[in-house]
T-cell receptor
Framework: IAGITQAPTSQILAAGRRMTLRCTQD?????MYWYRQDLGLGLRLIHY???????GKGEVPDGYSVSRANTDDFPLTLASAVPSQTSVYFC???????????FGPGTRLTVL | GQNIDQPTEMTATEGAIVQINCTYQ??????LFWYQQHAGEAPTFLSY??LDGLEEKGRFSSFLSRSKGYSYLLLKELQMKDSASYLC??????????WGAGTKLIIKP
């Protein structure tokens, strides 16, 4: 793989279900990010990780959790999905601040 | 507080020049980014300005005025493939990106 991959590409989920969105990068970047993108709004940061073993809350963290066990992987978990979490989710990574962020292809999630 | 603003939509003609403006307010600033996003795809990096002035990169140029909280992206010799959304974002004092909602650019033949 080259760059950042995300899985699944899209998913329809019943409200109340648990869901993990996967993100893997092979660029050995220190920092990783999860954003959601909704129509008419800018990208909003959910959680971030500056380096393996550390995570932080972004602008809209409620209902989401992350872990960073190693450099490459940064999964995002929705413990109990709600319809307002219907969105396109992008994972991104960067090497050093304030470097550009590289984005994965996104996951389109629909919660019914 | 922090905020960032850019026009929702712009239309331009193939071969022409278009300028997309972005204004922002923040107490901490570590640079201004422009990204391009085609429909259904991920954002891709275009430019980064941290000092005042114009940065030119091929057909695309980006300008920054920190005192005015203002940036623009200039696209020359427009091509149909330039039809996309252009996202402006500033990096705050915590090195987090604050994003505008994006400007949808429509190119007409």
């Amino acid at each position: 793989i080259a760059g950042i991959t995300q899985a699944p590409t899209s998913q329809i989920l019943a409200a109340g279900r648990r869901m993990t969105l996967r993100c893997t990068q092979d660029m050995r970047h220190n920092a990783m990010y999860w954003y959601r993108q909704d129509l008419g709004l800018g990208l909003r940061l959910i959680h971030y990780s500056n380096t393996a073993g550390t995570t932080g809350k972004g602008e809209v963290p409620d209902g989401y959790s992350v872990s960073r066990a190693n450099t490459d992987d940064f999964p995002l978990t929705l413990a109990s999905a709600v319809p307002s979490q219907t969105s396109v989710y992008f994972c991104a990574s960067s090497d050093n601040e304030p470097d550009e962020q590289f984005f994965g292809p996104g996951t389109r999630l629909t919660v019914l | 507080g922090q905020n960032i603003d850019q026009p929702t939509e712009m239309t331009a003609t193939e071969g022409a020049i278009v300028q997309i403006n972005c204004t922002y307010q923040t107490s901490g600033f570590n640079g201004l980014f422009w990204y391009q996003q085609h429909a259904g795809e991920a954002p891709t990096f275009l430019s980064y300005n941290v000092l005042d002035g114009l940065e030119e990169k091929g057909r695309f140029s980006s300008f920054l005025s920190r005192s005015k909280g203002y940036s623009y992206l200039l696209l020359k010799e427009l091509q149909m493939k330039d039809s996309a959304s252009y996202l402006c974002a500033f990096m705050d004092s915590n090195y987090q990106l604050i994003w505008g909602a994006g400007t949808k650019l429509i190119i007409k033949p």
